[in-house]
């Protein structure tokens, strides 16, 4: 999707550089919208990433400024179990990664002449003298269960972390209203809540979506012909590929249409896909046009409980089943809530079942809400204009 008007800063505009954390998508995809954002004041916006995340961001902006910065290392284990002891192993590279981008964007700074740098959960995004932003859904890390009393020592170094930016940006409703829930941490001035961000425009669920087959009570119990499964893939692996595999496996065995984007980064898109079957269709990789018509067409999307992906329902209104990632507790919590309000249905991996899940899938109303895509526009304008006034 090309923004009018190049990359050109207009007069009274700022040049900024924008880096998302290349853990999957969802970190880039919550960056497109807020890209728009400042395009659309005439700022010049200069995306500093690698991998996927880099290109998703040229999918989407092919006149946008890019500057390669080297990935943070990160592998997720095969078991849930093992979430802890494999993160805390890989502290120390990623401690050494973030040094290393605190250099590499203190000379990006120099090079492109920037006034204000933008990070998406990456603590090494920032340098020296120059305004700066951090966005976290999650200033509160959500310990393993028995662990809890950890969680507001987790807080506090996570605000430790970041307490050399500017300002944080929470991408999420204040109150009643919150996603995250306690994600987002306590309430203080320099915590700014920006809104839900999401790269699809917001919307009612299609009325011929709705018009499938029904149960007795009246609730969505059946597949229609016409309106393909969409399967969203993304992620750090193995994670990804195994969950890959098991989706495969299961709507092979449905039978059912079915749509599966593998969320691959184009130089892995030739990856040999899992299985091969009929009924079901595979995209290596779907920029956000492509994934807003899939989305517009399937009966029901089936994904990681990633916050982004969440924010995307709310705007998209899609019915959805979530699967969380195997030990890792923001997603676990997040899931948790949803199915405690009655949004979605949520299972854990090693209980995934399409055959029987669906149908119950079909029967929750998902996450839309139109409300609260527009409340999140508002607070995302007045985070930007306070940008502006900062630099008058």
């Given at each position: 999707?090309?923004?009018?008007?190049?990359?050109?800063?207009?007069?009274?505009?700022?040049?900024?550089?924008?880096?998302?954390?290349?853990?999957?998508?969802?970190?880039?995809?919550r960056c497109v919208p807020?890209?728009?954002?400042?395009?659309?004041?005439?700022?010049?916006?200069?995306?500093?990433?690698?991998?996927?995340?880099?290109?998703?961001?040229?999918?989407?902006?092919?006149?946008?400024?890019?500057?390669?910065?080297?990935?943070?290392?990160?592998?997720?284990?095969?078991?849930?179990?093992?979430?802890?002891?494999?993160?805390?192993?890989?502290?120390?590279?990623?401690?050494?990664?973030?040094?290393?981008?605190?250099?590499?964007?203190?000379?990006?700074?120099?090079?492109?002449?920037?006034s204000l740098t933008i990070?998406?959960?990456?603590?090494?995004?920032?340098?020296?003298?120059?305004?700066?932003?951090?966005?976290?859904?999650?200033m509160r890390l959500k310990?393993?269960?028995?662990?809890?009393?950890?969680?507001?020592?987790?807080?506090?170094?996570?605000?430790?972390?970041?307490?050399?930016?500017?300002?944080?940006?929470?991408?999420?409703?204040?109150?009643?209203?919150?996603?995250?829930?306690?994600?987002?941490?306590?309430?203080?001035?320099?915590?700014?809540?920006?809104?839900?961000?999401?790269?699809?425009?917001?919307?009612?669920?299609?009325?011929?979506?709705?018009?499938?087959?029904?149960?007795?009570?009246?609730?969505?119990?059946?597949?229609?012909?016409?309106?393909?499964?969409?399967?969203?893939?993304?992620?750090?692996?193995?994670?990804?590929?195994?969950?890959?595999?098991?989706?495969?496996?299961?709507?092979?065995?449905?039978?059912?249409?079915?749509?599966?984007?593998?969320?691959?980064?184009?130089?892995?898109?030739?990856?040999?896909?899992?299985?091969?079957?009929?009924?079901?269709?595979?995209?290596?990789?779907?920029?956000?046009?492509?994934?807003?018509?899939?989305?517009?067409?399937?009966?029901?999307?089936?994904?990681?409980?990633?916050?982004?992906?969440?924010?995307?329902?709310?705007?998209?209104?899609?019915?959805?089943?979530?699967?969380?990632?195997?030990?890792?507790?923001?997603?676990?919590?997040?899931?948790?809530?949803?199915?405690?309000?009655?949004?979605?249905?949520?299972?854990?991996?090693?209980?995934?079942?399409?055959?029987?899940?669906?149908?119950?899938?079909?029967?929750?109303?998902?996450?839309?809400?139109?409300?609260?895509?527009?409340?999140?526009?508002?607070?995302?304008?007045?985070?930007?204009?306070?940008?502006?006034?900062?630099?008058?």
């Amino acid at each position: 999707m090309t923004v009018e008007g190049g990359n050109e800063a207009r007069p009274g505009g700022r040049t900024v550089l924008l880096s998302p954390l290349d853990w999957g998508l969802g970190h880039a995809s919550r960056c497109v919208p807020l890209v728009r954002a400042l395009r659309k004041r005439g700022w010049r916006v200069v995306c500093c990433s690698d991998g996927a995340p880099l290109a998703l961001m040229r999918a989407e902006f092919p006149d946008l400024e890019f500057r390669r910065v080297a990935s943070t290392p990160i592998r997720y284990p095969r078991s849930g179990l093992a979430m802890v002891p494999a993160m805390l192993l890989q502290v120390p590279k990623i401690l050494r990664a973030t040094r290393a981008l605190r250099r590499r964007t203190e000379e990006l700074c120099a090079e492109c002449g920037a006034s204000l740098t933008i990070s998406d959960n990456r603590p090494g995004f920032r340098a020296e003298g120059v305004e700066s932003v951090y966005m976290t859904h999650q200033m509160r890390l959500k310990a393993p269960r028995g662990l809890a009393f950890l969680e507001g020592l987790a807080e506090r170094l996570h605000d430790f972390a970041a307490r050399g930016f500017s300002r944080i940006w929470i991408p999420d409703l204040p109150g009643e209203e919150s996603l995250a829930g306690s994600l987002g941490g306590r309430d203080e001035a320099r915590r700014v809540r920006i809104g839900l961000l999401s790269r699809f425009a917001p919307r009612a669920c299609a009325p011929e979506a709705v018009e499938a087959s029904r149960g007795e009570d009246g609730a969505r119990t059946a597949l229609r012909a016409d309106r393909p499964v969409l399967a969203l893939l993304s992620g750090p692996e193995p994670q990804r590929t195994l969950f890959e595999r098991k989706i495969a496996e299961q709507l092979r065995a449905l039978g059912a249409p079915a749509t599966i984007v593998r969320g691959l980064a184009p130089s892995a898109a030739a990856a040999p896909l899992p299985l091969e079957a009929s009924n079901v269709r595979w995209i290596p990789f779907a920029a956000a046009e492509e994934i807003s018509a899939l989305l517009a067409e399937c009966s029901l999307v089936v994904a990681r409980a990633g916050y982004s992906t969440l924010m995307d329902l709310v705007h998209t209104g899609t019915r959805a089943l979530l699967v969380p990632t195997p030990g890792q507790t923001e997603q676990e919590y997040l899931a948790g809530r949803l199915l405690e309000s009655g949004a979605a249905l949520c299972v854990r991996q090693d209980e995934l079942d399409l055959a029987a899940q669906i149908p119950e899938a079909l029967r929750f109303p998902g996450l839309g809400d139109g409300d609260r895509a527009a409340r999140s526009a508002e607070l995302l304008d007045r985070a930007i204009r306070d940008l502006e006034e900062s630099d008058g």
